[in-house]
């Protein structure tokens, strides 16, 4: 039994050796698409300069509210969409309409 087991393994790895090499990288051009796709998605969802999800922030003293966006941690959304699209390319001085 053990000796068919091994048969049918190197059977296998012979198999896979004749398959043709698949490239699984994504090529610059792909890249690019991707990451311009992404800062369009957050410019879209950009309101009055930011990205929070309301307006202003609740009393982060309020206990259900300091592990929410809305209270303690109002400003994180806004801090990591301007990083991404700094570390994106995006010049902070340029003007969005």
Sequence with gaps: MHHRIGHMLALAVALLQCLPATTL???PKEVDNAI?????????????????????PTD????????????????????????????????PQEQRS
């Design 36 to 56: 311009n796709k992404a800062k369009a998605f957050l410019f879209s969802k950009q309101k009055d300069g930011n990205w929070e999800s309301v307006p202003v």
């Design 60 to 91: 982060p003293k309020t206990p259900q509210h300091n592990y929410y966006v809305t209270g303690a941690q109002w400003g994180g959304l806004t801090s990591l969409a301007t990083y991404a699209l700094l570390a994106s390319g995006e010049k």
């Design 25 to 27: 990288a994504a090529t």
